[in-house]
C-alpha cells in the first residue's frame, strides 16, 4: 500500500499558536500580532499602473514568461546583484535568464522533486531553517541531512542556503558562501540559495552566491531564488523567480512546461514593472528600518537579547528561556510572535519578531513592553 505525503510532512507548525492567538487577541487594544512575515503595506503605485495596463492576456502564458520578463530578470541581476553575463550574449542568442515562479516558497517546496532528486538523493539544509525546506525534501522522498558547514557537509546531490536568513536574519559571509560554491562543485551538486530577503540588509552588506566574487566567472552548479512578496508588497501576488545555471534552468523549466506552472499573464507584466524600479523599494526599507529601530529596544528593555538580525524582516531573540515561555510572556500583553522551534529543535529557546506590521501595531507593541 502506499504512503501518502501526509505521512512524511510535519504538522503545519501554525497550526499550534492557536491558544496564544486567543489570548493576544484578547487584549483590549486588540492583537499585534508580530507572527507572520506578511506585508502590509501598500502596493507600490507603478504595480498598479501596471495591472491596470494588463487586461489583454484571453491566451495562455507560457512558463518562460514574455520577453520583457526575461530582459527585467536580466537587468536587475546585473543591477541590484552585480551578476555579470545574465542577459543576451555576445552573438545575440537568449539563454534562460530566469524561471519565473508562482511566489518562491512553491520553488523552495517543489525544487528538489522538480530537478530529479529522489530517495537515492540527499539534501542538506541549515539547521535553523524555514521548515519548508525540510518539506522540500520530503515531498521528493529524499534524505535530507542538516548542516551549516560545506566542510562538515555530506556528499549530496543538493544543498539550500539562506542568506539573510529567515529566521535569524544572519548574513552568511562571502568565504562562507564562496566555500559552499566550492563544495558543490567538487561533489557536482547542485547549490540554491535561497536569497528572498536579500534588499534588507541592516548590519551587513548580503550578496548574491551569483556576484563574480563568490562563484567566479560561472555560474555552474548555482541556482538562486528571489522574491518580489517582501521588496514589493506583492506576497498576493505570488511572484518570483529561480535564476543561475542555464543546464538547470532548462531542465526546470522543462518539467514545468509540462506541469502547467505557468505565472499568470498579468502578474507577468506587473512583475517587469517592478523589478524595473528601485524608488519603492528603497521607501519600503524606510518603513521597516524605522519599525526596526522602535521594535528592538523596547524587546530588550523587557529581557530580549537579539542575536543576528544583521537583515531581513525579523528580530530573533531570546529571554533566555524556552520560546513558548516567551510566546506565552508576550502574548499575556497581546504581541503575537513565531516560537523559534518552528524552524528546528535547536531554536527552541527563541523568538522570532517580524517587522511586518503597520506602524500602529508596531508603535502598540512598544507602549505595551514599555509598560510592562
Known sequence: MRTPHTSRLPDFPWDTLAGAKQLACSHPDGVADLSVGT???????????ALREATEWPGYPTTLGTPALQDAIAGYLERRLGVVDAGVTAEGTRPVVGVPAIGTKEIVAVLPFQLGLGPDDTLVIPEVAYPTYAVGGALAHANVV???????????????VNSPSNPTGAVA?????????????????????????????????????????????????????????????????????????????????????????????????????ALGDHQHVIE????????????RPALERVGFTIHHSEAGLYLWATRDEPGRDSVAFLAEHGILVAPGDFYGPASDRFVRVALTATDERIRAAVERLNAA
Open 146 to 160: 542538516v548542516c551549516d558547514d560545506p566542510d562538515a557537509a555530506p556528499r549530496a546531490t543538493m544543498a539550500w
Open 39 to 49: 506585508p502590509v503595506d501598500p502596493v507600490p503605485e507603478i504595480v498598479r499602473t
Open 284 to 295: 519600503q526599507r524606510e518603513r521597516y528600518r524605522r519599525r526596526r529601530n522602535l521594535l
Open 173 to 273: 559571509s562571502p568565504e562562507l558562501l564562496k566555500r559552499w560554491v566550492e563544495w558543490a562543485r567538487e561533489n557536482d551538486a547542485i547549490l540554491a540559495a535561497d536569497e528572498c530577503y536579500l534588499e534588507f540588509g541592516w548590519d551587513a552588506d548580503p550578496v548574491s552566491i551569483m556576484h563574480p566574487d563568490i562563484c567566479g566567472d560561472s555560474h555552474d552548479n548555482l541556482l538562486i531564488a528571489h522574491s518580489l512578496s517582501k521588496r514589493s508588497n506583492l506576497a498576493g501576488y505570488r511572484a518570483g523567480f529561480v535564476a543561475g545555471d542555464p543546464t538547470l534552468l532548462a531542465e526546470l523549466l522543462e518539467v514545468r512546461k509540462h506541469s502547467g506552472f505557468m505565472m499568470p499573464g498579468p502578474v507577468q507584466d506587473v512583475m517587469t514593472a
